[in-house]
């Protein structure tokens, strides 16, 4: 089966499990992820916002925009990375997701990340950063490759700050990019 195939058959499984009945009757769909199913670099956010809702697509809005221009920067394509949610589907009102929320997608994120097999894990934010780092502190850590090792599995995963709370913030936004370049060029050289 090909990774595009099994990434498909893991959102058929969210949805015949049951995952988040409450957000999922709130939300127009599940957005799974956009990419290449095989890519060397996945980034993981926090959840679907309204554009990305309407889309069915993650990272589409304001803070995609930014995401874009830093892959853009880094001389990559939305098409040679995969770009995904630890939560998948629009928490109301654009409000954080809940920790029962995280931790009920959290072992379809694991799987869709075994699927995918990538180099390096990039996580934006502080919500899917501290569940792949437990000790993160985001003003210290960011931008830093971690081993992260979670029963067998084993993570080399980079927090950075989400592209959303440094899009406003000048001294955030050019750490985030600053942080996204040498991400990106230490996913190249691994
Ligand atoms: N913010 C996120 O964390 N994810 C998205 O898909 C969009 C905005």
């Given at each position: 089966m090909t990774q595009q195939t099994l990434l498909h058959d893991l959102k058929a499984q969210i949805i015949t499990d049951g995952i988040c009945q409450d957000l999922a009757s709130q939300?127009?769909?599940?957005?799974m992820g956009d990419g290449?199913?095989?890519?060397?670099i996945v980034f993981i956010g926090e959840a679907p916002g309204k554009n990305e809702d309407q889309q069915?697509?993650?990272?589409?809005?304001a803070a995609g925009k930014f995401l874009n221009e830093m892959l853009a920067a880094a001389?990559?394509?939305?098409?040679?990375v995969y770009i995904t949610n630890i939560v998948k589907y629009r928490p109301p009102n654009n409000r954080d997701p809940l920790p029962e929320e995280k931790k009920a997608f959290w072992p379809y994120l694991l799987r869709q990340i075994e699927i995918i097999n990538p180099k390096v894990v990039i996580t934006l934010g502080r919500h899917s950063g501290a569940y792949f780092i437990?000790?993160?502190q985001i003003s210290k850590d960011h931008g830093h490759a971690r081993k992260v090792k979670y029963h067998d599995k084993e993570f080399l995963v980079i927090p950075l700050y989400h592209p959303a709370a440094a899009l406003y913030n000048g001294g955030m936004r050019q750490t985030l990019i600053d942080d996204f370049l040498k991400a990106a060029a230490y996913a190249r050289s691994v």
């Open positions: 939300a127009t769909q599940l957005v290449k199913p095989d890519a060397d069915g697509l993650p990272f589409v809005g001389e990559m394509e939305r098409a040679d437990p000790d993160l």
